[in-house]
């Protein structure tokens, strides 16, 4: 992975050029640093990595101008995901499972650049949305999709299990979506010290707390309504399990790097358990939700950068992110 | 209606007595001081009318007792509709449209009295919430179910349409449930202080307003997502469905006392609306989420109580609340 | 209206040019041909009626071909909306409640031509669903749409009321979806035939039955989880929500031409109900629903089709239809 | 096991008696033969066995005589599961979850006997239905709370995993609920030409066919919507998996006898999966859908019984399940 110039990308008809102001360090752009299985196994180099992100257009495809929703200069961001708008999942508003989508920054060039060009349709404008956090939509909006899948968080029990960037976030989504409890873990001190900043009523750290044992506890004994796994461990899987209610809710967006044993008589089906897949955000609804609350003033997920660094020194953002101690990383291209 | 001495209910086997403390005084309360039509027609005096209270359980038939859920000394409200529990109704989740529904003040005897009998099964424990809060769960209820039937509150925009008690309720709720925009709407200026006091974003008054232009004005030109008509009024119901935004939907408590005019093509069918009638509180989901709401301090609905009156004064609680400038009226009735 | 030569319609890059071999005449066609107040108010004439149809995919423009999802001889039927893609509706999953709709025959050129361009994504192959039944899935979709939204219906009782084409549709789209009783109603015998022959189970003529007290007996005392109010008629309105069971739901399908009084207490708000309004059908849920049923050969809406007329001839296909006795009516325009 | 003489058992207030007249054997009481580590864990003996039956009421405790709603002589059959009725779950319509749950031919006496004494509030009125398919209600309802879980199924392609009884069961039920593709598999061919019996459009035998590859040829590519995993297998699990569509759901109710290890990354989350665990039938929900859909005549489970013992005969019945040729295996107690 090096800095270079290339070529300003090309602008399709239907498609607009944006100057990459900030731009979001995902842990996907670690699996590409280390170049592990999945990276060597997806990415044809070379590519641009880079897919969180917000900046300003500089450009409009004739298309894109034509249909007068986006002018020169708008501050935007984007979904990242472009999508072939006519397979089944296309047509049944599951857009987000396309089967033919396209990453950018992993299946084609992303942001971590000068320049990115983005289909109009996947671009969002920021409309008085710091720029900043325009760049950290795209987890964001994961967030969003992981806490309000399934309905019902006013008044519930909501249980974040990972305190990572995401994590964190949800714990701000579900404050500012009503829940009446909110509780997070995570071994990591500083993480969950974030997610206290982002609202969490009780954080529970696995090498101490018995944290099954207390969020039932917490709960008068029920368990939490809805469990939001964010830590892709096994570990997590079965906490996450033991911690849901009867009758509750697990909803999975940390990826496993491996299979886990579930028991699936115990922990699914003499629970009566629901269980959700989280890819990515419901297009577009949940960016709507996610613009609504930020905007409403309701979501401030700020608390959670921790860090900044200039394009050109991405090894030293690798580099916290991998130590452990940062929330999130951003890259500030221009401003 | 007079206050005189009654018999001291009988309590069944599976009934609870409960001392009455604090008795909310309702519309349907002056219906039947004023004896209308309604009230003529449904109520088969002598009886102790008053069906919002809380109060101290004394007394447990041997069934209640055996159960081992409630105690002498137990803090207590309860649900005042008493279901047959084996209709089409009780028998799917809708209990609270059971068809053979007993409410207490109207169809039995009522709260406004030292004591009440009441099944267990319609008991709720109010564990720490204010006994004052207690009496005031039946309205807050309706409040709870007219803003939360249909789900996807956390981020909308909520237009409560008529701000009495139940209105002001409703914008608590909304605020608590993370509505992203309340507005709240009356021809009477003090009611619409109490729905700013209860968090309304907006409050808008139709005689010097143009309600309709507002909410869309205030919503981008799209409509509320949510409209809680709590009205009642023809007027109110033609505001609410210009109101809405196309897919939008309609939740009604307000009860007209005449028909209204609809055009459903413009109205409802070329907008794909949904129109909901809200009856009592759903047995027990609404009071699950109230109550949680109510413990995590998440609805205050305190501000709008604005009269407390002794049992012997009804008749002034009864002329505050037919001059317009009361919020919640309560009746002290012992403490 | 006149029959007359035009110029083939342009393709634009994303379009094809679809040559019309059957097309359906529909209600809103009647309007316009009486030129009543909706038409002379929307139509900006020249403009070719029509929208109802299905042909032969002769010509693509250059993005739809490159697409490769559809070819020159594909067999074909299109969603008649054409929507905007960027609004709130669209981007919700709502687009056919888009407030920026062209439809074609009323806003645009439409189908009673021999040539029509449609967006490619708006095209719909019909591999293998006769042509002359793809002329009619337009309003086929709309019965589709009003039956399923809500979900729930196998094992329901469902209730049609109005059994003009789209009524009779419902009515197999109903017992294709696994009802337990389907009743319809209408003043119309011939009407009440083809009911029948799509399934009814009972059928009503409010001229001799009491409609909604046959509906109450024919549940059980109960009355119909689902009503489909297809006739437009403020009587059938009343019966509508008075047939409705207590938590019921009424799907509004049916345009009334003016307002109708609604007593929304008794038959709205008490009894709990749901309205819902039907517009189009839902983009593209509704058309995979429906593909599916037609493949699967649990839904055959051939009974109806009771008259066919070439093209020229089409003031006979709408005097037809204006006398009553026809169910649905084709013009065939090509083979 | 042994079949003795045994008193008759109490009737307590709101308790029926019933005259048992069939019996079906289930899965659970093979464990129960074999004593296995379940059996010994739960079961307190003596305990009379069985769980699925029907028979006539022969006495009628105060309260259950004075609600009116059953009567000496009237055909039932009943939930099992007898509930609290006021935990989290029983108050919000989850009462087949409740915690306090106590199965009859479990945790109390069942209905391997002349008579079973129980609530009325689980008594379900046959009303037609013929009595031996009112014994084999409870397994059904497990099937039609497993189909119907999710909604959707009009148009939609299933795949049941395992054709056992109630497998079998729930092909008839995806058929009654106008599911347009319905395939079943299983290692045994005769439970293959029970489900064929029951309407499976395909059936398919993991021993000679790829299923997961036969799944998505079946569904044009796609994969299933909804999958009911009922083996229990974790082969099973992995297939169900594979088998779902993007977006899709997987109910299971098999229970596993071990844990499953699960791609949650590859096959939950990267899919979008909704996976529910099944317990019971929903009360009372289920029963009413059962009901409507055997009345109606949309659902036969008939051809899923294969076998008929006396109740002396109790071991022979235990020997054809076990040897695997067996659908449903009914014990008659008396006429």
Same mark, same amino acid.
């Given at each position: 992975?090096?800095?270079?110039?290339?070529?300003?990308?090309?602008?399709?008809?239907?498609?607009?050029?944006?100057?990459?102001?900030?731009?979001?360090?995902?842990?996907?752009?670690?699996?590409?640093?280390?170049?592990?299985?999945?990276?060597?196994?997806?990415?044809?180099?070379?590519?641009?990595?880079?897919?969180?992100?917000?900046?300003?257009?500089?450009?409009?495809?004739?298309?894109?101008?034509?249909?007068?929703?986006?002018?020169?200069?708008?501050?935007?961001?984007?979904?990242?995901?472009?999508?072939?708008?006519?397979?089944?999942?296309?047509?049944?508003?599951?857009?987000?499972?396309?089967?033919?989508?396209?990453?950018?920054?992993?299946?084609?060039?992303? @942001?971590?650049?000068?320049?990115? !060009?983005?289909? /109009? %349709?996947? #671009?969002?404008?920021? $409309?008085?949305? =710091? +720029?900043?956090?325009?760049?950290?939509?795209?987890?964001?909006?994961?967030?969003?999709?992981?806490?309000?899948?399934?309905?019902?968080?006013?008044?519930?029990?909501?249980?974040?299990?990972?305190?990572?960037?995401?994590?964190?976030? @949800?714990?701000?989504?579900?404050? !500012?979506?009503? /829940? %009446?409890? #909110?509780?997070?873990? $995570?071994?990591? =001190? +500083?993480?969950?010290?974030?997610?206290?900043?982002?609202?969490?009523?009780?954080?529970?750290?696995?090498?101490?707390?018995?944290?099954?044992?207390?969020?039932?506890?917490?709960?008068?004994?029920?368990?939490?309504?809805?469990?939001?796994?964010?830590?892709?461990?096994? !570990?997590?899987? /079965?906490?996450?399990?033991?911690?849901?209610?009867?009758?509750?809710?697990?909803?999975?967006?940390?990826?496993?790097?491996?299979?886990?044993?579930?028991?699936?008589?115990?922990?699914?089906?003499?629970?009566?358990?629901?269980?959700?897949?989280?890819?990515?955000?419901?297009?577009?609804?949940?960016?709507?939700?996610?613009?609504?609350?930020?905007?409403?003033?309701?979501?401030?997920?700020?608390?959670?950068?921790?860090?900044?660094?200039?394009?050109?020194?991405?090894?030293?953002?690798?580099?916290?992110?991998?130590?452990?101690?940062?929330?999130?990383?951003?890259?500030?291209?221009?401003?």
């Amino acid at each position: 992975m090096v800095v270079r110039e290339v070529p300003e990308p090309p602008v399709g008809p239907s498609d607009v050029l944006i100057r990459v102001q900030y731009a979001g360090v995902c842990g996907t752009d670690l699996h590409i640093w280390e170049w592990d299985a999945w990276a060597s196994g997806r990415l044809r180099p070379p590519v641009t990595i880079g897919h969180e992100f917000a900046g300003e257009i500089v450009r409009l495809g004739p298309e894109a101008e034509a249909s007068g929703l986006l002018a020169v200069g708008d501050r935007v961001t984007a979904e990242g995901h472009i999508i072939c708008g006519h397979c089944l999942q296309c047509r049944i508003g599951l857009g987000h499972l396309c089967r033919r989508t396209q990453i950018i920054g992993v299946d084609r060039d992303g @942001a971590f650049a000068d320049y990115i !060009a983005m289909p /109009a %349709s996947n #671009v969002i404008r920021l $409309d008085g949305i =710091p +720029t900043e956090i325009g760049a950290i939509m795209d987890p964001l909006g994961n967030a969003v999709h992981t806490v309000l899948e399934g309905g019902g968080v006013p008044g519930s029990a909501v249980f974040v299990l990972g305190a990572g960037p995401i994590g964190c976030f @949800a714990v701000g989504v579900a404050r !500012a979506a009503g /829940a %009446s409890l #909110v509780v997070a873990s $995570d071994l990591n =001190p +500083t993480r969950l010290e974030l997610a206290r900043r982002m609202g969490a009523h009780v954080t529970l750290n696995p090498a101490t707390d018995d944290v099954v044992a207390r969020v039932h506890e917490l709960t008068g004994g029920d368990g939490a309504d809805l469990v939001c796994e964010m830590s892709g461990h096994p !570990a997590g899987h /079965a906490q996450a399990f033991a911690a849901a209610r009867l009758g509750g809710r697990v909803n999975l967006l940390g990826t496993p790097s491996r299979t886990t044993e579930v028991d699936l008589a115990r922990d699914v089906i003499f629970k009566g358990l629901t269980l959700y897949g989280v890819t990515g955000r419901k297009m577009y609804e949940t960016w709507l939700q996610m613009l609504r609350l930020l905007r409403a003033g309701q979501l401030d997920p700020s608390p959670v950068i921790t860090h900044r660094f200039p394009l050109e020194a991405i090894a030293d953002a690798i580099a916290v992110i991998k130590d452990g101690r940062a929330g999130k990383v951003i890259l500030e291209i221009a401003r």
